[in-house]
């Protein structure tokens, strides 16, 4: 099969679409083909070297985290699923046209779902769900407020909040303000807006996708006993607000929660806006393009 293969850290340019070995499917595992697959920021930070002190990649290694396609092949003891079945799921080893995945990770396509559009789904979807369901706990009548909530995670997690019954408040840049009004939050702040900030009061929990200096600030605006989620790391400020639980959550696979998410997306209750389509082999291209700052996500063809 061909897949993109990365053989040593570094730019785009290390990326080698080419000839390997096809994967067979172990025990409790399904092999795909692959229809498509996304590029995800964790992607271009595992090439370029920069998680290597927590996340050291075997080299050569293929990289992908966005798996949708079609069962090629059933492993032993699998149950539920067969040749042909249109799936999803959050594995590893997605740049490429075939992959094996374990079963118990893997979502049904909704039938009006496109399959290839399903690949933007998988890791932001549940990284967004996470972060409210595990991260926040947020419960109904409460109030949370999510940075970055124009992105493909923060859309994710807006939604998973405001199907809790909280009250949302969608942080966004300035120049954001307008298209964040698409997400249905309760409220739209602009996180860039010093004086904006400094009228937010006290919040239950915050629900961060941003970090850094917003990061910094936003913690400071959690009651006693409230809750700061992140998927980027607690802000460096975190000690000064002792008052406040620090929840760090990292994506799991949720087969129920990819499920459900998809469903929405199907029936066009959550959008997750889908910039560019391109072939596998441009793999560098796209991931060049998604560290430039993309306006939804990229797709690889396979």
């Known amino acids: 099969m061909k897949a993109v293969v990365l053989h040593e850290y570094g730019g785009p340019d290390k990326l080698v679409y080419e000839d390997v070995p096809d994967p067979v499917a172990g025990t409790g595992q399904l092999l795909v083909r692959m229809t498509s697959t996304s590029v995800n920021p964790i992607d271009f930070k595992l090439r370029s ?68 559009k399903a690949a933007a789904l998988p890791l932001v979807t549940q990284t967004g769900e996470q972060l409210i369901s595990r991260g926040t706990k947020i419960e109904a009548g409460q109030t949370v407020l999510v940075s970055g909530a124009i992105g493909s995670v923060g859309r994710s997690a807006v939604w998973t909040a405001k199907k809790a019954g909280a009250k949302v408040i969608a942080g966004v840049r300035k120049s954001q303000l ?60 975190s000690g000064m607000h002792p008052t406040v639980k620090i929840e760090a959550v990292m994506s799991s696979p949720d087969a129920e929660t990819l499920r459900a998410m998809a469903e929405d997306v199907a029936e066009e209750r959550l959008e997750i806006p889908i910039d560019r389509m391109l072939p596998l082999a441009d793999a560098g291209k796209a991931q060049a393009a998604a560290e430039k700052g993309a306006a939804g996500k990229i797709l690889l063809l396979a």
């Open 49 to 116: 070297g920069m998680m290597k002190a927590f996340w050291p990649l075997e080299l050569p290694a293929i990289l992908g985290r966005d798996i949708a396609g079609i069962v090629r092949a059933v492993g032993e003891g699998v149950e539920g699923f067969k040749p042909g079945d249109k799936v999803m799921a959050l594995g590893t080893r997605a740049y490429a046209e075939l992959t094996v995945v374990d079963a118990k990770d893997v979502a049904a396509v909704p039938e009006k779902l496109d399959l290839v």
């Open 178 to 237: 307008k298209a964040a009004e698409s997400l249905h939050a309760d409220q739209v702040l602009a996180l860039d807006d010093s004086a904006a900030m400094e009228k937010l009061g006290f919040i239950d929990a915050v629900a961060d996708t941003v970090g850094g200096a917003i990061g910094q600030i936003l913690i400071g605006k959690v009651k006693q006993g409230g809750v700061y989620a992140s998927v980027v790391g607690p802000p460096a400020n």
